[in-house]
């Protein structure tokens, strides 16, 4: 019997109102059978980078970030856009990943939530930077799924079918198994 996989839901945003958060309560509850979806809650408690801590010995809550990313076998991330481009602290996040090896390699893909028009600049800088990790993006599985409050029920999750489908087959291809790479 195999294992599920387990996809790493990863939200750029600390309030826990957020469209973002919604999008990804909503991804957990959508998600197919058998996959398994595992919230990443320290992005809080993540230390400013420091490439003199990113040593043999991590500070306690980078281990854990790691961890949990090499445990994971895909990664769905969903994240704002501030000024631009990603909130600090998700940069930071993503910051502690370039000198690890966890998500290398590992199927990773985003759910735009922004308003049309908008959201480009933090998907243009997640492309940047998850290529500086070497994490494969997996095209098919990045979605815009513009997010309003009044798609969002009392559970805070989005309530219309159409996107917990979408959410769903995001889901779906990140856990899809995949072939080796040719040399």
């Known amino acids: 019997m195999s294992t599920p996989p387990v996809i790493l839901l990863l939200s750029g945003s600390l ?7 919604s999008v ?51 990664i ?32 990773v893909a985003w759910v735009n939530a922004a308003a049309p028009g908008r959201g480009q600049g933090a998907e243009d800088t997640l492309r940047t930077v998850l290529g500086y990790t070497g994490a494969a993006i997996v095209e098919p599985a990045c979605v815009r799924i513009p997010v309003d409050r009044g798609m969002v029920g009392p559970d805070g999750t989005i309530t219309d079918p159409a996107v917990r489908e979408q959410l769903a087959g995001a889901l779906a291809l990140l856990a899809a198994p995949r072939s080796p790479a040719a040399p």
């Open 24 to 74: 990804l309560r909503t991804a957990r509850a959508a998600a197919p059978s058998p996959v398994r979806t595992v919230p990443y809650e320290g992005l809080a408690e993540l230390p400013h980078f420091n490439p003199d801590d990113d040593g043999d010995t991590l500070p306690a809550p980078v281990a854990a970030l790691r961890a949990a990313i090499g445990e994971a076998s895909g």
């Open 15 to 21: 309030r826990a109102g957020s469209s973002n958060e």
């Open 76 to 107: 769905l991330i969903c994240a704002p856009e501030y000024a631009g481009t990603l909130p600090g602290s998700f940069k930071n996040l993503l910051d502690w990943t370039v000198g690890g090896t966890e998500i290398c390699d590992k199927p």
